[in-house]
């Protein structure tokens, strides 16, 4: 991939606790909002970064608290550069947790499709997991233009 | 998040939702729902989403889990009121070829009919 610009940047981290899930959503719909996004590309990022942050409370750090960091990116193009990490248990099967309806906590009513969100609501996903060691999954998503408001990126 | 449950003559259970329904927040909504379920035994639940502002997997987790309990006792499941992006998320879910999906103001329907006002509307985790 070609280097691409930082154009401004979002550090944050915070222990798995399951309060910090909407804490996470308003990060994120706060830092974005300085390119003016449509709603829906607003809520589409906003619900792709609840579903990891969930995923490392309540997978990563199944039996512990632990730290969930995320970082966002604006980089050229106002395309939006989000990486969430944990360094809890690790995912086995990359491939297989990604499947539609995969879920290894059934009995908790989960549904499985956490990956799916992610994936149909950004344009890109990777997930890299090494077991015992952590998860981290990035995502990407560019958001229209919309004309006059951000002339100057 | 809070939740308000309405029971009709009929033993029609509505959920009326409001708020972010997220992993945080879905375990005691589930609670609410469940022992509402328990106590009256419903032959139909309708879940409302109107106003619901947020909703993740999590959300489709608790419809999902509503519809089998309710299957089991041949009950019927509604799922009302999905507009915007939580649509976008049901949709998803392939629910909507298992659940019913309805639209329309439930709530002033089971307020001209009601059996009786749950006393569990309650707020949950006003962040
Ligand atoms: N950060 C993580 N650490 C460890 N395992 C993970 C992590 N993220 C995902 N997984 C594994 O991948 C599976 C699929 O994740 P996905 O988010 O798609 O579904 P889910 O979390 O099980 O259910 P849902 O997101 O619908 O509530 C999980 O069940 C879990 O086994
Ligand atoms: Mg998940």
Do not use: W
């Not at chain 1, 959503?25 to 003016?36: A, I």
């Not at chain 1, 990604?98 to 149909?120: I, K, N, W, Y």
């Not at chain 2, 509402?36 to 309708?46: G, Q």
């Not at chain 2, 992006?85 to 439930?106: C, H, P, T, Y």
Request: hydrophobic residues 40%; contains cysteine; charged residues 25%.
């Amino acid at each position: 991939m070609s280097r691409q610009s930082v154009h401004n940047e979002l550090r944050s981290s915070f222990p798995s606790l399951s309060e910090n899930e909407s804490l996470a959503r308003l990060l994120v719909s706060g830092f974005v909002s300085q390119l003016n996004p449509a709603l829906d590309e607003l809520s589409d990022i906003k619900t792709a970064v609840s579903e990891a942050v969930t995923n490392c409370i309540v997978h990563g750090y199944r039996n512990c608290v632990g730290t969930v960091r995320m970082l966002v990116r604006i980089l050229d193009d106002n395309e939006i550069y989000i990486r969430i990490s944990d360094s809890g248990c690790g995912i086995e099967n990359v491939e297989k947790a990604m499947e539609p309806l995969f879920t290894s906590a059934p009995d908790e009513d989960r549904a499985g499709l956490g990956f799916t969100v992610m994936e149909s609501f950004m344009d890109k996903l990777s997930v890299k997991s090494k077991s015992g060691k952590g998860t981290t999954v990035t995502m990407r998503k560019k958001l229209e233009t919309r004309k006059g408001k951000n002339a100057n990126r | 998040m809070s939740i308000e449950i309405l029971l009709d003559r009929k033993n029609r259970c509505l959920v009326m939702l409001s708020g972010e329904i997220d992993h945080h927040n879905a375990a005691r909504i589930r609670m609410k729902i469940d022992v509402a379920i328990d106590t009256n035994c419903p032959s139909e639940v309708f879940l409302d989403f109107s106003n619901v502002t947020f909703m993740d997997s999590s959300g489709i987790g608790l419809v999902m889990g509503r519809y089998r309990i309710l299957r089991e006792y041949g009950a019927t499941l509604y799922v009302a009121n999905c507009k915007g992006a939580i649509r976008k998320v049901m949709q998803l879910s392939g629910m909507n070829r298992l659940a019913k999906f309805v639209e329309g103001d439930l709530q002033s329907r089971f307020v001209s009919n009601l059996k009786e006002v749950k006393k569990n509307e309650q707020t949950i985790s006003a962040q």
